[in-house]
């Protein structure tokens, strides 16, 4: 097998018509042909608008970290409350952060707090990263599509890049399953995000999905591409079903592996070091340049996983449980604030440097806060009624903060928030008019792209 | 994947006027904390954070002896602690000459 992306390319050797039919049409759930057609003809997806949409940073920051340790903090509460952080003032008066953010409080003027997020279901990581990445409860019989995987259906791609890209690859174990929120779900493999499953940061980085295995010449690359076409000329002539997924994955394979743009894109190698430094030479902040260059080339969403697990390593997790989630204040301090702060500057910067940042939102989201008391090991437990999330970028307002938890940071009472309206801004933000653009629903019935308004007072 | 910082060591030159010392640029910055380690006469002093939003530091302890200033750099190594809640591998390195003035 040939692995493009997420594409099992069957090879020469091996390859029968039902192994084919069957790496081809997994997870097929897309409109038929003529569905498609008519929804373009009644402009639900106007040609003209994929050029206008705008693009989308996601940094998702797994293991959530605590809202008041961060950007909720509260200093006049009591000492089993407010933690060891305290708040410095930014560049937006009455507005503090913790003061282990101190680039990120130059620049609160271009980001939207939003402090009155909360869900109400239950505190596992998972649930949290699929409503904050689908904007969906979860239902595994029609599991919901990624944003990405949203915008890649109702725009496609831009260029030869694909339309959602994850860095630096999936999340693994956060305890609680295997669903994640970052999949195509029910939309089918064609819009199946593309996992760079590489840490941009090593010395010998490079994409392993693009490169064609060693020993293979163009002639036998070319001779597997023919078989392929043969193979699906005879299923096109003998088979009713629709194959539009696979058809399209196999082509944005093979897209991938030739195209020079594709390449160059992720050449990261090809900066100078004083910009990756500026980045810090660690997976995040190579993958958030690696975000910049891939919205650069033309990719449409890009989403950055801040850690894929959060056992046993330096993560947001704070339990101070003494075993494998034993991450701690001081995690927090020399490891993680740093390296977000460092990071997330350079990207803002970088992108306003290049002219991109009016053309891109940026969102920093999470599963959830963390439990307002301290426990009795000096960490935050699991905590979904309260948390905070930003965006910055394209017409987002910044300087702002959009509603406000109570003096323990327990709930929010003023405007709260719940995570698909984030989506809704995120999409809002993109340049996407959520009344009059539809997507294909689990029973192919065409539905909104998501089933909540945007916070307007987020927006110019 | 846990974080790997084993790539070339990150690097900073320290510079003194009067008591008041400037850091360079990071080289090979791997974004983590920055903090001044501070000696007088060859002891301990202090250590301080030293925040990526400024580039200076000046001692405010102004009493006679031998003060030597270098800048150091959290390295994780891997996220153990022992019981007392401290690292055990992962420690802050020092990434700088060290700067001396006597008063």
């Not at chain 1, 997420?6 to 569905?35: E, I, K, M, Q």
């Not at chain 1, 339990?319 to 034993?326: P, R, S, T």
């Not at chain 1, 806060?369 to 307002?397: E, K, M, S």
């Not at chain 2, 983590?32 to 400024?54: E, F, I």
Request: net charge neutral; glycine share 10%.
């Amino acid at each position: 097998m040939l692995n493009v992306g997420n594409v099992r390319v069957p090879v020469c050797h091996g390859a029968t018509r039902r192994s084919f039919l069957t790496a081809g049409s997994a997870g097929l759930a897309g409109l038929a042909l003529p569905d498609l057609f008519r929804l373009e003809a009644h402009g639900q997806v106007a040609e003209t608008s994929r050029s206008q949409i705008k693009n989308c940073i996601t940094i998702f920051l797994v293991g959530s970290p605590g809202h008041l340790d961060t950007w909720d903090m509260k200093p006049d509460a009591p000492d089993t409350v407010r933690g060891k952080f305290k708040p410095i003032q930014t560049n937006v008066n009455g507005v503090r952060i913790c003061e282990h953010f101190p680039l990120m409080a130059r620049m609160m003027d271009k980001v939207a707090l939003i402090r009155s997020l909360h869900h109400k279901t239950g505190a596992t990581h998972e649930n949290g990263q699929r409503w904050m990445m689908t904007g969906h409860d979860f239902n595994p019989d029609a599991v919901k599509p990624h944003a990405g995987s949203v915008v890649s259906r109702v725009f496609g791609p831009k260029g030869d890049l694909p339309p959602n890209v994850i860095l630096p690859g999936p999340i693994g174990n956060t305890g609680a399953g295997p669903f994640h929120g970052q999949t195509a779900g029910y939309l089918g493999s064609a819009h199946e995000p593309f996992f760079l499953n590489a840490d941009p940061s090593r010395r010998d980085f490079k994409v392993g999905d693009l490169e064609v295995p060693t020993g293979d010449s163009a002639t036998r690359f070319d001779n597997r591409r023919r078989l392929l076409d043969q193979i699906d000329e005879l299923q096109r002539r003998t088979e009713t079903r629709t194959t539009t997924a696979h058809d399209a994955s196999y082509e944005r394979a093979f897209r991938l592996l030739t195209s020079s743009a594709a390449k160059q894109a992720f050449a990261i190698n090809s900066e100078t070091d004083a910009v990756r430094d500026r980045y810090g030479r660690n997976t995040f902040g190579q993958s958030c340049l690696m975000a910049r260059r891939l919205v650069e080339s033309g990719v449409r969403y890009v989403t950055v996983n801040h850690f894929d697990t959060v056992f046993n390593l330096s993560c947001w997790d704070m339990h101070a449980d003494g075993g494998g989630l034993n991450n701690t204040y001081l995690d927090y301090e020399r490891h993680l604030c740093p390296q977000f702060d460092w990071a997330f500057t350079a990207l803002i910067e970088d992108l306003q440097q290049r002219g991109l940042l009016e053309n891109t939102v940026v969102a920093v989201l999470s599963e959830m806060g963390r439990t307002p008391q301290v426990n009795g090991r000096g960490g935050r437990d699991h905590y979904p009624p309260a948390w905070t999330n930003f965006l910055c970028g394209a017409n987002i307002r910044g300087g702002q903060v959009v509603g406000a938890t109570d003096k323990t940071g327990s709930r929010p009472v003023d405007s709260p928030v719940e995570p698909p309206q984030v989506l809704a801004s995120i999409y809002k933000g993109m340049g996407i008019d959520l009344d009059a653009t539809m997507m294909p629903g689990p029973g192919d019935r065409p539905i909104r792209l998501v089933e909540a308004e945007p916070i307007h007072q987020l927006f110019r | 994947m846990d974080q790997k910082y084993d790539g070339p060591a990150p690097m900073a030159e320290l510079t003194l006027r009067g008591r008041r010392v400037t850091r360079s640029t990071v080289v090979n910055d791997w974004g983590l904390q920055l903090r001044w380690l501070v000696t007088k006469d060859g002891k301990p002093a202090a250590t301080v954070p030293a925040p990526r939003s400024g580039d200076t530091y000046e001692h405010p302890d102004a009493t006679p002896g031998t003060y030597e200033i270098t800048l150091q750099t959290w390295r994780y190594v891997n996220y153990a602690k022992g019981a007392d809640g401290e690292f055990t591998a992962s420690k802050f390195i020092p990434i700088s000459n060290a700067v001396r003035y006597t008063i």
